[in-house]
């Protein structure tokens, strides 16, 4: 997996390098952006690795010390034995990878990649609701409306998570601005800021729709989705 995740950091950055000097503010900024989140991970990288490095030299010494009783213990039973009951277990582990690794293409802003992973999770787990709730955010970047409108109305209906229930009422809010739908974005747009009052965008949208002039401004909620 680390092996990827570089060879997508490279494959950005040679991107942004490229495109940059040819490009608009609005495009500059988006660059800019998606090179704060690879600085980022590039840091916490760095940092993680120091500190696996320094638990590596504990290990190694304790090695050293207690090597005969590491290899009786290893042979004697420590380790669990094999049962009925691990797949399920082994299922798990596979799908909170696939989950991780379409978080990880998510905050790099490769959303054709991420989809294919989060519906791989939503195919073995339909009851995962964070796996549906980043598909369906995933949809909205690539603007498939639909089916990130159909995601959206289950997670609402499914979940009792406030912030999770906001996020979706506010995404369904900009499908239906998307579309001219004002009234029904309002309603929304209002659903989503009494499910979570903390959660700033809806009530931004809704000024945004109550404007109406030029150009319309929605905030998706990507940012604090990517907290989560």
């Known amino acids: 997996m680390l092996?990827?995740?570089?060879?997508?950091?490279?494959?950005?950055?040679?991107?942004?390098?490229?495109c940059y000097k040819q490009t608009g503010k609005m495009e500059q900024q988006e660059a800019l952006e998606q090179l704060s989140v690879i600085t980022s991970m590039n840091d916490t990288i760095?940092?993680?690795?120091?500190r696996l490095e320094e638990?590596?030299?504990?290990?190694?010494?304790?090695?050293?010390?207690?090597?005969?009783?590491?290899?009786?213990?290893?042979?004697?039973?420590?380790?669990p034995k094999q049962s009925?009951?691990?797949?399920p277990n082994d299922e798990l582990l596979d799908m909170n990878e696939l989950l991780n690794q379409?978080?990880?293409?998510?905050?790099?802003?490769?959303?054709?990649?991420?989809?294919?992973?989060?519906?791989?999770?939503?195919?073995?787990?339909?009851?995962c609701n964070l796996a549906r709730l980043f598909l369906a955010m995933t949809y909205m970047h690539i603007q498939e409306w639909?089916?990130?409108?159909?995601?959206?109305q289950l997670i609402v209906a499914l979940t009792d998570h406030p912030k999770w229930q906001a996020l979706g009422w506010n995404a369904l809010g900009c499908i239906q601005a998307i579309t001219?739908?004002?009234?029904?974005?309002?309603?929304?747009?209002?659903?989503?800021?009494?499910?979570?009052?903390n959660f700033h965008e809806p009530i931004s949208n809704l000024e945004a729709c109550?404007?109406?002039?030029?150009?319309?401004?929605?905030?998706?909620?990507?940012?604090?989705?990517?907290?989560?």
């Open 210 to 228: 109550r404007k109406r002039g030029g150009h319309l401004s929605l905030y998706f909620g990507s940012a604090r989705l990517s907290c989560l």
């Open 102 to 127: 379409g978080q990880g293409y998510f905050k790099l802003f490769m959303f054709k990649h991420a989809a294919e992973l989060f519906e791989q999770v939503i195919e073995q787990a339909p009851d």
């Open 84 to 87: 009925s009951t691990s797949l």
């Open 46 to 50: 760095i940092e993680e690795w120091f």
């Open 3 to 18: 092996t990827q995740l570089f060879i997508t950091m490279h494959e950005m950055l040679d991107k942004l390098i490229e």
């Open 146 to 152: 639909f089916e990130a409108q159909r995601h959206f």
């Open 180 to 197: 001219l739908n004002m009234e029904q974005a309002e309603a929304y747009f209002l659903k989503a800021h009494n499910a979570d009052p």
């Open 55 to 79: 638990k590596l030299a504990i290990f190694n010494e304790l090695k050293q010390e207690s090597e005969p009783v590491l290899e009786n213990n290893c042979y004697n039973g420590i380790l």
